[in-house]
């Protein structure tokens, strides 16, 4: 089963940047929808971003529109999200998943994905 890795989280000021990056145990990436989650402490998972497969179409949570880009280098196996004016609500552990279609990816409590979660990478906004 596809097995994804996330990787690029640290510490930042409010409105500072990062990217974070998602790779794949298998070279099947480009087949896949891959969305990023996040699970802030003492909190639920909440998704982020999604990237479809043959349109490249994303789909971003109201929460980052504007902050948040989700892209995907399917030559490099590897999709990003890049964030900037990150804000201490935007602390988390950051994971990304992947599935059919990036449809449901937003619902509480979804499934999505399950199976192909990584580590995760820590998101650290303060000041």
């Known amino acids: 089963q596809l097995q994804l890795a996330e990787s690029g989280g640290g510490s930042v000021q409010p409105g500072g940047s990062l990217r974070l990056s998602c790779t794949a145990s298998e070279r099947t990436l480009a087949y896949h929808a891959i969305a990023w989650f996040r699970q802030a402490p003492g909190k639920g998972r909440e998704g982020v971003s999604c990237i479809g497969v043959q349109d490249n179409d994303t789909y971003p949570a109201e929460s980052v529109k504007g902050r948040f880009t989700i892209s995907r280098d399917d030559d490099e196996d590897t999709v990003y999200l890049q964030m900037n004016s990150l804000k201490p609500g935007d602390t988390g552990v950051y994971y990304c998943?992947?599935?059919?279609?990036?449809?449901?990816?937003?619902?509480?409590?979804?499934?999505w994905g399950a199976g192909t979660w990584g580590q995760g990478t820590r998101v650290t906004v303060s000041s």
């Open positions: 998943a992947a599935d059919w279609y990036c449809d449901g990816y937003l619902l509480t409590g979804t499934d």
